[in-house]
């Protein structure tokens, strides 16, 4: 056992003297001690050393034959000896941000040439110049990921990345770049992701980066963005072109991979109608590529080929919704469309011939719609039908009102026929749909059969005030609503008329005038429900016995309940029905007003001399009704004696 055990420390021992790591501590972290330099007694075995958040000034020689990763981001750093790296032959990943590396760029730019097998580095926000960064990345033919955030660039030249071949990750965002030199990001062939947003780019004129995956160039001052057609075979996915001053859809690469396109928040739709944005796209696409043949539609052809699957146009100008452009894009699954300036959708496209007959579009693969914040007070029943895998609809913040059924729109496309003319939208077209919110669309009346034929699982209403809601509005949806919000309409419970809904999970009637829960919710199985700031002075407590089977969550604050009626909490208690607001929640008694907390920790004595009073009062009324009966009995005798005497008199 002995011999086991000696040589088991011998093994250790070992390892330790010729610098096995198989005990080595992996990580130290020394960020956030007010360093003023790099403590001397660092573990010879660490792979990973954070000195981050310090008062560093100056770098020497670091002996760790081991380390991995080294962050000494957020330091004071201006200085680093010519050696400080030698001895670092297996770092890969050196975070040198926020600290002051434009000063001596020279000689500290000489340090990092001894890094051989570094793979990722971090010199953001150091105030570096063109000339600076370029000192910094010579011999880093290794290096795989580069992210110079918030430095002083002004242009990118051709030979920045001449010795980064290897790059597949630049960040370069939040500089001052305007120009950028033909040939800079080309020769990287393994270049996938790259970040040029928050700077001061105007235009994309000829895109060639055919590698790359992921373009960011939001929050410049982009115009327009404009790819010469040809038969190269481009990688991008993602194109992000937020925040920019984008007056034309931009024009893609014809052979693309392009999934995601960001183009919130730009001046698209300021030009007017569909029809003249293309135009100018067109017109500006010959010019920019010189071509002298006659005008064809680039933009359209283009987009007629992207396997485009979200698309994100919001907060733009659109006055008119582009109807032909979208449709061409027969991937689109998600379309944004939120805080434009729509006051209807119409069905204004162009025939193909003087036949009369109306073109219907079709968006196939359309299954997320968000027309949220517009003016919307016209959807073309034409659109609508155009819709065809609609599942989630968001009109919040518009003056839409509903149909009252399903059978008020067009089935059919003859060439007698003319577009409905009311300003109602006709949901029940939308087989399809599960999700629709109607939030603050002041919204008049809900009348029956309005959702008859969708497939609703989810209904949002709130903010409809004074709405009126009709008791058969729910009917065809009450077997698959799961989710029913009705809050802040001001409606009262004699108003308030819900079917039996087997399927419903979710209700929110909170911010309204109600007393009284509608007895139909006993046949769903809510799980969620919030009652709060009603004027509910007591519960059903049969109801919330069924309800607390499936019950899990409960709002109820900021109603006025009588503490002393109040069994339907009990029954909450005891089956564990969490009440996140029950803090805040407050009740009466008799004589006061206390918060439910309190009440719950002692309920008798809250409610003892309400108790005794209505003892009291029972025993009172006893009293009373014997000392009256007890007095008529005596006055019925005595008015008969008084009788008899004076009959005797007359005798």
């Avoid at 002041?442 to 034929?453: A, H, P, V, Y």
């Avoid at 308030?496 to 809904?501: E, T």
Wanted: glycine share 2%; with cysteine; net charge neutral.
């Amino acid at each position: 056992m002995f011999s086991n055990l000696l040589l088991l420390w011998s093994l250790s021992h070992d390892l330790y003297i010729t610098g096995g790591t198989f005990f080595a501590p992996k990580q130290q972290f020394w960020n956030n001690q007010n360093l003023s330099s790099v403590p001397l007694d660092l573990d010879v075995r660490l792979r990973r050393l954070d000195l981050s958040n310090n008062f560093i000034r100056q770098l020497h020689t670091l002996a760790l034959p081991y380390l991995e990763q080294l962050d000494l981001s957020n330091n004071q750093l201006d200085l680093i000896s010519d050696e400080a790296f030698e001895n670092l032959a297996r770092l890969e990943h050196l975070n040198l941000s926020r600290n002051g590396l434009n000063i001596n760029a020279g000689s500290n730019s000489k340090a990092l040439q001894s890094l051989g097998s570094l793979r990722s580095l971090d010199i953001s926000r150091n105030g570096l110049s063109n000339d600076a960064v370029q000192l910094y990345l010579r011999r880093k033919s290794s290096l795989d990921q580069l992210k110079m955030t918030g430095n002083a660039l002004t242009r990118l030249s051709h030979t920045l990345f001449r010795e980064n071949i290897h790059l597949r990750t630049i960040t370069i965002d939040d500089n001052l770049i305007s120009e950028i030199a033909p040939g800079t990001f080309e020769p990287l062939s393994q270049l996938e992701t790259l970040n040029l947003a928050k700077n001061n780019l105007g235009h994309i004129c000829d895109f060639k980066l055919y590698q790359v995956k992921y373009l960011n160039l939001s929050r410049n001052s982009v115009e327009f963005f404009v790819t010469r057609e040809n038969q190269h075979s481009y990688s991008l996915e993602i194109l992000d072109l937020s925040y920019n001053k984008l007056l034309y859809f931009p024009i893609v690469p014809k052979k693309n991979h392009l999934k995601y396109l960001y183009l919130q928040n730009n001046m698209l739709g300021a030009l007017g109608s569909e029809a003249a944005m293309v135009s100018e796209a067109n017109s500006l696409y010959n010019e920019i590529v010189r071509e002298n043949v006659a005008m064809k539609n680039n933009l359209h052809a283009i987009w007629r080929q992207m396997p485009l699957f979200y698309i994100d146009l919001s907060y733009n100008h659109f006055t008119s919704f582009p109807l032909e452009t979208l449709s061409l894009l027969s991937s689109l699954e998600s379309l944004h469309f939120s805080h434009n300036c729509l006051q209807s959708i119409d069905w204004n496209i162009r025939n193909y011939s003087d036949s009369g007959l109306i073109r219907q579009l079709s968006f196939h693969s359309l299954k997320h719609l968000n027309l949220q914040s517009n003016a919307l007070v016209y959807i073309s029943p034409h659109f609508l039908k155009a819709l065809t895998q609609i599942e989630t609809l968001n009109l919040q913040e518009n003056f839409m009102q509903p149909c009252a059924s399903a059978g008020n729109f067009i089935s059919s496309l003859s060439t007698q026929q003319t577009i409905l003319s009311t300003s109602c939208a006709a949901f029940g077209q939308l087989r399809t749909l599960k999700h629709l919110n109607l939030r603050e669309n002041n919204i008049k009346i809900l009348q029956l059969n309005t959702f008859l034929r969708t497939s609703l699982v989810s209904l949002n209403l709130a903010k409809n005030q004074d709405m009126e809601m009709h008791e058969g509005a729910l009917d065809g949806v009450q077997a698959t609503l799961q989710s029913l919000i009705i809050s802040e309409i001001n409606m009262s419970s004699s108003h308030l008329s819900l079917p039996c809904m087997p399927a419903l999970t979710q209700l929110n009637i909170s911010n309204n005038r109600l007393d009284k829960m509608p007895n139909t919710l006993n046949c769903s199985l809510l799980k969620e429900i919030d009652i709060r700031n009603n004027a509910f002075r007591t519960l059903n407590h049969s109801l919330i016995h069924t309800l607390s089977k499936n019950l899990t969550v409960m709002f109820i604050s900021g109603n006025n309940f009588n503490c002393c009626d109040s069994s339907w909490l009990k029954t909450l208690n005891e089956m564990k029905i969490k009440l996140p607001d029950i803090s805040r929640t407050k009740c009466f008694t008799s004589d006061q007003n206390v918060m439910m907390t309190e009440y719950l920790k002692s309920p008798s004595s809250y409610c003892l001399l309400h108790k005794e009073a209505q003892e009291v009062n029972f025993g009172q009324m006893i009293v009373i009704v014997i000392f009256l009966s007890v007095l008529l009995t005596v006055l019925i005798m005595f008015s008969r004696k008084l009788c008899n005497i004076q009959k005797s008199f007359m005798v």
